[in-house]
C-alpha cells in the first residue's frame, strides 16, 4: 500500500461549484497534513494544513481529516478558472512529508 | 513562505558532466530538502537535512550527493549526470513540530 493515495482522475468542475479532492494515507500515527497546489510547470504552493480531526476552512478551501478512517479531503468552493491547477496531499511520517501523486482540477467557465 | 530561492533555474548538460544545484533560504528554517519530479511519478525524496551536520538519503540518493554549507543552503550535486536525471528538481524549506514545507521555484535539469 503507498503510503499517500490519491485515486481520482482529472476533474473537471463548473465555474462556481465545489471541487472535491480525497486522500488516504497508511501510516495511522501521522499527524500532520498538508494540501499543495501546484500549477503547471510551477513549484508546489502550501494552502491548507491540518492536525486534528473535524475541519478548517480558509477563504474558499475547507481541509477535512478522519484520523480513524485515514482520510484527508479538500474541498474548494466557488471555483474559479484560476483554481485549475493539480492539488497534492502530504502527510507528515517518519521525519519527512510524504507526497500523493496529485490530482488534476479543471474549472470550466 | 520560507522565501526559498533556487539557481540555476534551467541548465542543459551533456551525460557525464557535473553539475551543482544551489538552494539558499532566508527565513531561518533548520531543516531542508531536496526532491525531484517526473510526470506520473510525483515528487520523490533525493536528500534531506535537519541541521549543517545531518543529512539524510531519502527515497532517491543513487547517483546524487548533498552539502549543507549553512543554515541557509544547501547544495545538490550529480557527480556524472545521466539522461535519466532529467526533472524537474524542488529544494525545500522548513521544521517546527508539524514540519511544514516551503518549496523554491524549481530548477528544470535536462541532460542530454
Known amino acids: 500500500q503507498k503510503e499517500v493515495e490519491q485515486n481520482s482522475g482529472p476533474l473537471s468542475v463548473p465555474e462556481g461549484a465545489i471541487a472535491s479532492l480525497n486522500c488516504t494515507y497508511s501510516?495511522?500515527?501521522?499527524?500532520?497534513f498538508f494540501w499543495y497546489r501546484q500549477y503547471s510547470g510551477k513549484s508546489p504552493e502550501l494552502i491548507m494544513s491540518i492536525y486534528s480531526n473535524g475541519d478548517k476552512e480558509d477563504g474558499r478551501f475547507t481541509a477535512q481529516l478522519n484520523k480513524a478512517s485515514q482520510y484527508v479531503s479538500l474541498l474548494i468552493r466557488d471555483s474559479q478558472p484560476s483554481d485549475s491547477a493539480t492539488y497534492l496531499c502530504a502527510v507528515r511520517g517518519n521525519n519527512r512529508l510524504a507526497f500523493g501523486k496529485g490530482n488534476q482540477v479543471v474549472v470550466i467557465p | 513562505d520560507a522565501d526559498v530561492t533556487q539557481t540555476p533555474r534551467n541548465r542543459i548538460t551533456k551525460t557525464g558532466k557535473r553539475i551543482m544545484l544551489e538552494c539558499s533560504q532566508t527565513?531561518?528554517?533548520?531543516?531542508m530538502y531536496w526532491y525531484r519530479q517526473d510526470p506520473g511519478l510525483g515528487l520523490r525524496l533525493i536528500y534531506y537535512s535537519f541541521d549543517v551536520k545531518d543529512i539524510n538519503k531519502g527515497e532517491i540518493s543513487d547517483g546524487y550527493s548533498v552539502s549543507r554549507q549553512a543554515q541557509a543552503k544547501f547544495s545538490l550535486s550529480l557527480e556524472s549526470a545521466i539522461p535519466n536525471q532529467t526533472a524537474l528538481y524542488f529544494c525545500a524549506a522548513g521544521g517546527g513540530n508539524t514540519d511544514t514545507q516551503y518549496f523554491g521555484p524549481g530548477t528544470r535539469l535536462t541532460v542530454l
Open positions: 501510516d495511522r500515527g501521522s499527524q500532520s
Open positions: 527565513k531561518g528554517h533548520d531543516r
